[in-house]
């Protein structure tokens, strides 16, 4: 799986309102970029890369949307993986690793299950200048 994502050959950049209606459009546009870039929609790891983006998303709208009227889901991918960002602009930086009984963590604790059950990476990276955040998700092919 490659590491380098600035690498991958495919990409594709989407920032929506921050409000319920952006996570199917998130979705939707990663189902598209998704045939677009010929990877079978029957793999194993599509169907849980919609659900984790989808959860993200969710995230976003949910908790960030008060400091983050917008939010940027970049997709990336390449012939060995699948990868995905999503960005808002609210300053908290999520535990990655909290478990399910932590307080507001359980769509977070799906995400890591499904991302480490699949093989892949997850990482939260800040804002240069500390005001915002993307979680970035790396699922092999």
Same mark, same amino acid.
């Given at each position: 799986?490659s ?11 989407l ?9 199917r459009?998130?979705?939707q546009?990663?189902?598209q970029?998704i045939?677009?870039?010929?990877? %079978?929609?029957r ?9 984790i ?5 969710? %995230?976003?709208v ?11 889901v ?9 990868a995905?960002a ?5 300053p908290?930086?999520p535990p ?8 507001g ?8 299950e ?14 240069a ?13």
């Amino acid at each position: 799986m490659s590491t380098h994502l600035e690498a991958l050959p495919y990409r594709h950049v989407l920032t929506l309102p921050t409000e319920p209606s952006a996570v199917r459009t998130a979705r939707q546009t990663a189902e598209q970029a998704i045939a677009e870039w010929g990877i %079978n929609r029957r793999h194993p790891a599509v169907d849980p890369a919609l659900l984790i983006l989808s959860e993200l998303v969710t %995230n976003s709208v949910r908790h960030a949307a008060v400091l983050s009227p917008q939010v940027t889901v970049i997709y990336a991918a390449g012939a060995d993986c699948l990868a995905f960002a999503v960005h808002d602009r609210h300053p908290y930086q999520p535990p990655l690793y909290a478990s399910v009984t932590d307080t507001g963590a359980g769509g977070l604790a799906t995400v890591m299950e499904l991302t480490l059950g699949l093989g892949g990476t997850a990482v939260v990276r800040g804002d240069a200048d500390g005001r915002g955040k993307s979680i970035w998700i790396t699922l092999p092919l």
